[in-house]
């Protein structure tokens, strides 16, 4: 799967921020909620627009992401 296909960054939507495209679902929403332990399923009811596959890319935009980007931990 290409994350390209489903995330979108479009400066007249959210400011800017990653989207599941076409929809005004962040990215970073999808992410918090994977975070706090809410499944697929979870996500899906709360966001009818997204689908698994979008879920699934946005976690595959964020592990790209990490490769390219390093944020430091304090020790």
Do not use: F
């Not at 007249?12 to 697929?40: F, W, Y």
């Not at 689908?51 to 390219?68: F, K």
């Amino acid at each position: 799967m290409n994350w390209r296909d489903h995330i979108s960054v479009d400066p007249q939507v959210c400011h800017g921020k990653p989207c599941v495209a076409g929809t005004r679902v962040m990215v970073s929403i999808i992410l918090d909620n994977l975070a706090v332990g809410q499944s697929i399923d979870e996500i899906l009811v709360s966001y009818p627009t997204v689908t698994a596959e979008a879920i699934r890319a946005t976690l595959a935009y964020a592990a790209d992401l990490s490769r390219e980007r390093l944020v430091p931990l304090s020790a």
